[in-house]
Structures are given as structure tokens and as C-alpha cells.
């Protein structure tokens, strides 16, 4: 009896704490499920505020930049990005998705900036709200108030062309697109470029929407018809092939001095196609600039694009310019150019500057020059100026310029052609927009540069190549084999 009265109370604390147990575990279970939630609940809320996802890109391909992040922080007017698609519509390219993971750091990294992404397949009716744009499927749209700013989804990337002829995205601009877009839609000033028409200019869409994505607005202008008047700020004389009249060098003349308070730039290209201009070239030699007959070239092939003699890199002679690249060891490219002289350095309130020059081993190609003409027939060499910066500049009493009126004189039109232009191993956007925006003394605006997702490539010739594959095939596994050898003798006989 003693023995089972005082196993009965241990029966019941065995059940007892069996009970507390499985009560135990139940309120832990709720306790996890809970915890879980929460959590969940947490991170949805700072993914709304601060990305949560670690870029392990060389480049930070996925994350804005510091001038991006500069310019958000000084943002002090609301600014609404309408996306006009899904976002389940930014998917099946690694270009789209990186699209859309900058798009979605903008209302994070400012409360002054929302983002919104509009179905616009069934929500036509949007398109009543902006009656002056033409709008579709996947264009981006940044509005400030009154102003907008359209993207096509195209805007966004850069493109090239594969061997095979079929375009493809060479790089993700989508950063840069849409700083520059707020910028645009907040900015109080907008520069005006007077695009030359007529007398044969040649069309450079690429370079025109370059100065487009910078904030700058374009406007065609035929000098024998209409007016260069004062609310330009830049006209642009690309590759004239027909000389200009009297009249039409007039009204630049008039548009340069703006009646005594200077402030404008010319931008004229040469272009080895052309021929005698001598209204122009007489103009231009008033300027300090000569521009001479024939086409320029580079012995070593290091220097050229492709190996392609007429396609020559530059040095920079002036760092002013050069001091605001994102990679200052890129080169600019000037081919297809005509050779360059200076008349004079100073005269006058003239001023005159090389920035750019062909290196020592170029020469120039005579126009008269048969189909058998060799290096050795050469007669000028470099080093030759290849874009100067002529201006004419109004002192003040302590000797400092004022105003100045600026012509900027490139041997080469070519330089700002789509392969140029679009190119990411080359300065000549950057370039010629950091001097553009620097003598029209503007402030507002952003050079980023055009993020690849492509992997790193070996660049290796046909030797090296062998040499790998024999290193690889068959120098490694015989060493691999003779070491085990080595270790099975040393082990077999100790």
C-alpha cells in the first residue's frame, strides 16, 4: 500500500507537467508565429523607406551615386514620377530590373519625390492630363508643378550593334536620365540652343539629344530666314558644306556681341568632306582660327579606333575642361578631321586656346593626294590643334574678364556622331558637355556616367590563347598526375 500511495502523486505531477509542457510550447508556437510576423511586418515597412539589398556589382550598377543623392537631398519642390507601367512590367531583362531599382531609390531617398506606376493600358483617361505630350506603353514622366519632363523607356539605355547587325542595350543611362529630368522640371533657368539649318549642316540626332537629356532646349534655326536673336544662348554650325552669305555671318556676328554684352557660343565642326568655304574659313580666320585643307591621320595604331588610320585620339592640352570627367585617362576622338592653325594667341581682346591637339605622329593628308599616297609623302606633321576655344572678352577696370563671347572651333564633325557619342571608353560626351555647361556658366546639371551589366572580358590574342589551352590541358593535369605519383612512391616505401 505504501508503495502505491506514493507512486500516485508522482503519476499526477507527471501529468501535470506534461500539461505545462505541451501549454508551454503552444504559447512558444504563437510566440514564433507572432515574432514572424512582426518581423515581416518591420522589414515591409524600412523596404518602403531604405533599400535592404546589398549591391555587389564593380560599378554599384544598382544603386544611385553621390550626385544623385546630392541633388535629392537639396530638393526643396515636390516632384512626382509617373511610370506609365506595371511594375511586374520591368522584368525578363537584367537592363528593365536595374531600371526599375534606380526608379525606386528616388521616393526613398527624398520625402519631396513620390513615385507612382500607372496601368496605362487601362487607364487611358491619364493621358488627358498631359494634352501636349504623345504619350505610350513604358515612357517615364517627371512633373514638377506646370513642367514635365518625358522619357521613352528607350531613354534610358544606351545601344550598339552586334556583328550580326541587330541592335542590343550596350548600357543602363536610366540614372542619369532621370536626375537630369528632376533637374529639369526644377530648375528656374533653361539654356536655349539655336540648332543651324540649311547650307548643307550635317544631322547629329545623336548629339542634339545629348544636349536634350543635359536640360538644354533645341530649336532649329535657318539663318537665311529666321532670326538668331538674344534668348539663344549656343547655336551649333556642324559640317556646313555650303558656304554662308554675307547676311548669314552678319547675324552671328550680331549674336555673338548682343549688343555689348556678349554672353553667347558658337560651336562650329569642320569636316573632311567639305569643300572651299571661303566666307566662313574668312570669318573664322578673323577669329584666330585657321582651317586648312586636307585630312589628318595617326601612324600608331594605338592611337587610332579600330586600328583605322582617319580615326585618331586626342591629347588634352588645357585640364580645365578635362578636371570634371568621370575618367580622365579616357580619350577624346577626332576622326575624319581637318587640320587646324592657330592665326594668333592674343590680339586685342581676342583670346585664343588649344584644348585638344593630334599627338607628333600624326600628319596630314594633302586634298590633292593620289589613291597611292604613302606616309612618306607626308609633308606636315603634329602635334596640331584639334578643337580651340577662341573668345573675345570685355575687361574690367581690375583686369578681369566680364563677359566673353566664345567660338568653339573642332577639326572634326564626326566627334559627336552615335558611335562617338554613346561610346563609354570615350570622353567626347562628357568632354564637350563639361565645356558646354562651363562657358555658359551653368550649375544645374549632372554627369553620371552609363552603367554596364555585361561581365568583365580576357582580351587575349591567338598565342596566348594556345598558351592557355596547352597550360590548362595538358601542363596541369601532367603535374597534377606526377605530384600523386610522388606522394603514392614517398608513402609505399617509408
Known amino acids: 500500500m505504501r508503495l502505491l500511495i506514493s507512486r500516485r502523486p508522482s503519476g499526477d505531477r507527471t501529468h501535470a507537467l506534461a500539461r505545462q509542457r505541451r501549454v508551454l510550447f503552444a504559447v512558444l508556437q504563437i510566440l514564433l508565429v507572432a515574432a514572424a510576423f512582426l518581423i515581416n ?51 525578363g531583362s537584367s537592363y528593365l530590373i536595374q531600371a526599375q531599382r534606380i526608379l525606386d531609390q528616388y521616393p526613398r531617398l527624398s520625402p519631396w519625390v513620390s513615385l507612382t506606376y500607372i496601368d496605362y493600358v487601362f487607364d487611358p483617361t491619364f493621358a488627358s492630363r498631359f494634352p501636349d505630350l504623345t504619350l505610350s506603353q513604358g515612357n517615364v514622366l517627371v512633373t514638377s ?49 539655336a540648332v543651324l539649318t540649311g547650307n ?90 585657321l582651317v586648312d585643307s586636307g585630312a589628318i591621320f595617326e601612324t600608331q595604331a594605338e592611337r587610332t579606333y579600330q ?13 580645365t575642361y578635362r578636371e570634371g570627367l568621370i575618367d580622365p585617362s579616357a580619350p577624346v576622338l577626332m576622326p575624319l578631321a581637318r587640320p587646324l592653325d592657330l592665326v594668333f594667341e592674343t590680339r586685342g581682346n581676342h583670346v585664343n586656346e588649344v584644348l585638344l591637339q593630334y599627338a607628333e605622329t600624326s600628319g596630314v593628308r594633302p586634298p590633292d593626294a593620289v589613291e597611292g599616297f604613302s606616309v612618306e609623302q607626308t609633308e606636315r606633321w603634329g602635334p596640331m590643334p584639334a578643337l580651340v576655344l577662341a573668345s573675345n572678352r570685355v575687361y ?9 563671347s566664345n567660338v568653339i572651333v573642332s577639326a572634326s564633325t564626326a566627334m559627336l556622331d552615335e ?26 546639371v549632372v554627369v553620371i556616367q552609363p552603367k554596364s551589366l555585361a561581365g568583365a572580358t580576357l582580351s587575349v590574342t591567338t598565342t596566348q590563347a594556345s598558351t592557355l589551352g596547352a597550360l590548362f590541358a595538358g601542363v596541369l593535369p601532367l603535374a597534377i598526375l606526377a605530384t600523386g605519383i610522388v606522394i603514392w612512391l614517398v608513402r609505399r616505401y617509408q
Open 200 to 289: 548643307g549642316m550635317a544631322d547629329l540626332p545623336a548629339f542634339t539629344q545629348l544636349l536634350s537629356d543635359n536640360n538644354y532646349e533645341i530649336t532649329a534655326i535657318n539663318l537665311t530666314m529666321d532670326e538668331l536673336d538674344a534668348s539663344y544662348d549656343l547655336a551649333l554650325l556642324l559640317g556646313p558644306r555650303i558656304d554662308l552669305s554675307d547676311d548669314a555671318l552678319r547675324k552671328l556676328d550680331a549674336f555673338l556681341y548682343n549688343d555689348g554684352a556678349y554672353g553667347k557660343t558658337l560651336l562650329y565642326t569642320a569636316d573632311v568632306a567639305q569643300e572651299s568655304l571661303p566666307n566662313l574659313e574668312l570669318y573664322l580666320q578673323e577669329w584666330g582660327v
Open 307 to 319: 586600328y583605322q588610320p582617319y580615326y585618331p585620339v586626342t591629347d588634352y592640352v588645357d585640364t
Open 145 to 193: 508643378g506646370n513642367r514635365v519632363k518625358q522619357l521613352q523607356l528607350a531613354d534610358l539605355f544606351n545601344y550598339t550593334y552586334t556583328d550580326s547587325g541587330t541592335m542590343t542595350i550596350q548600357s543602363s543611362r536610366a540614372e542619369e536620365a532621370l536626375t537630369s529630368a528632376i533637374l529639369h522640371v526644377t530648375g528656374d533657368e533653361q539654356v536655349r540652343v
Open 396 to 404: 574690367g577696370t581690375d583686369g578681369m574678364t566680364q563677359a566673353r
Open 41 to 91: 511586418l518591420i522589414m515591409l515597412q524600412l523596404a518602403e523607406r531604405i533599400p535592404l539589398t546589398l549591391d555587389l556589382t564593380a560599378n554599384a550598377a544598382y544603386k544611385v551615386g553621390d550626385q544623385t543623392r546630392t541633388v535629392l537631398a537639396d530638393l526643396e519642390r515636390d516632384v512626382v514620377i509617373y511610370v506609365l507601367s506595371t511594375e511586374e512590367g520591368f522584368s
Open 419 to 444: 558611335f562617338a557619342i554613346q561610346n563609354t571608353s570615350l570622353s567626347n560626351s562628357q568632354y564637350i558637355i563639361n565645356l558646354l555647361n562651363t562657358l555658359l556658366e551653368r550649375d544645374d
